[in-house]
């Protein structure tokens, strides 16, 4: 597969030597992606698997953001990127539980879901129907996007970035985490880091990559945000996490781009 930057075949190099040794590197735009993305019914079976009902209700889904982590980003949200009125739309929902945190404070949240399971468990379980077409939805609707550990999901990355583009209004915020390639895990567990494994996770971002494909696709003013929120609840893994951020290894980059 060519580099969703276009550049070509000659500009990539593997990535990994050992473990996930299918990543490519692209030295024109820094991106590191899987050689190969696993076919559409491939990736519907790793995804139904991760989805089933039980998965959901004990937080295992290896998808979703336990309950810490999901209030973690709701105050962070509230407080740094998003005004009351405004239209938010969380792309990636999973079962919808920020979708459902946002709302409980009051705000106007819709949630996107590729996978059919966790929209109907959505359905069925918090009430409210999940989106699965944004296409369907008029320009410049949204105030602001989040894709919280998603976009190294994205089996098109350039395309699904316009289209979020294209439904945020002028000023728009998106708000990505995703796993950092430059974290402390990734560098001493190379291509046996955890998320290389996973392998849903066809793209490993560092703050170059992610940067040049939201530019491409329209975006300026991307934000680094080193002391993002926390994912996991504790004053251990806090004070590993904060020291993490304030030596640039954090296993999580997360950043605000606007429109
Ligand atoms: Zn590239």
Not at 35 to 41: A, I, K, S, Y
Not at 122 to 138: E, I, M, W
Not at 156 to 170: F, G, M, S, W
Request: glycine share 8%.
């Amino acid at each position: 597969m060519n580099c969703p930057c276009g550049a070509p075949d000659d500009q990539l190099v593997q990535y990994f030597q050992t473990g996930e040794t299918d990543f490519r590197l692209c030295n024109s735009c820094g991106c590191v992606f899987r050689q190969l993305f696993p076919g559409p019914e491939e990736l519907d079976e790793i995804y139904r698997q991760a989805y089933e009902e039980e998965n959901i209700s004990g937080e295992t889904t290896n998808q979703e953001s336990g309950d810490y982590a999901v209030r973690s980003f709701a105050d962070y949200l509230t407080a740094q990127v998003v005004k009351p009125g405004d239209r938010i739309l969380d792309y990636g929902a999973g079962s919808g539980i920020l979708v459902s945190e946002l709302r409980n404070r009051g705000l106007v949240c819709d949630g996107f879901e590729f996978a059919q399971s966790a929209r109907e468990y959505c359905l069925a379980n918090r009430g409210y129907s999940l989106k699965s077409d944004l296409h369907a939805l008029p320009d410049g609707y949204y105030q602001a996007v989040t894709m919280i550990e998603v976009i190294e999901h994205l089996t098109d990355l350039p395309n699904t970035l316009k289209d979020i583009y294209r439904v945020l209004a002028p000023g728009g915020k998106l708000f990505i985490t995703t796993p950092s390639r430059s974290g402390f895990r990734a560098r001493i567990e190379k291509g046996n880091w955890r998320e290389a494994r996973k392998k849903f996770h066809l793209f490993l971002f560092d703050w170059r990559s992610i940067s040049f494909h939201l530019n491409r696709a329209g975006f300026t003013g991307v934000e680094h945000i080193v002391f993002s929120p926390f994912q996991k609840e504790g004053w251990k893994f806090i004070i590993y996490a904060r020291l993490m951020q304030a030596l640039g290894m954090s296993g999580t980059l997360c950043v605000v781009a606007t429109k």
